[in-house]
């Protein structure tokens, strides 16, 4: 039976795929925009959501290092959009069978630590919203509508493929 967080979760693929999708529209001159305040150009901010939700499936699911380099040349929308697809289904999934109370232990840069694995969930959704509306705020100052992106539009979106 799908859990709550895991809803959490679909809507955080749907609202990637979105920003991804009206990104995939943007000239090179827009994608390479910035706007003091945000992460920095919108190529560099997509790459960095992606990749770090990659590394968020990595640390939850103990898997190996992600393919996905930040610092490598932007790869295209065909990978991000593949590679968002494959971290937001698995994250998903994790959301969905996570037992509470569970804690993730490893290293990181060389040292050992100990967190509760909601801390990394909880990290994956705020940073997304937060990039995204990174993203929506250079796109404004473009002259480019950003997408809806609420929670009272994926409920749209979803009651209308139904």
């Given amino acids: 039976m799908p859990t709550t ?11 990637n795929m979105c920003m991804l999708d009206v990104c995939a529209g943007l000239t090179d001159e827009q994608l390479d925009a910035s706007e003091t305040g945000t992460y920095g150009r919108i190529r560099d901010t997509l790459l960095h959501l992606v990749g770090a939700e990659e590394r968020y499936v990595t640390r939850l699911a103990d898997g190996p290092a992600p393919p996905l380099r930040e610092r490598e040349e932007f790869p295209g929308f065909d990978v991000l959009r593949d590679v968002s697809r494959q971290s ?11 037992e509470p109370g569970t804690i993730l232990r490893g290293t990181w840069r060389g040292e050992p630590y100990e967190m509760p694995a909601t801390v990394v969930l909880t990290q994956a959704i705020n940073h997304a919203t937060e ?3 990174h993203i929506s705020t250079i796109l404004t100052h473009l002259g480019i509508e950003p997408p809806e992106l609420d929670a009272w539009s994926y409920n749209s979106a979803q009651w209308q493929t139904k």
């Fill in 131 to 133: 990039h995204r509306s």
């Fill in 5 to 15: 967080l895991a809803d959490v979760f679909r809507h955080n693929l749907w609202a």
């Fill in 88 to 98: 937001g289904e698995a994250l998903i999934e994790i959301a969905d069978r996570i």
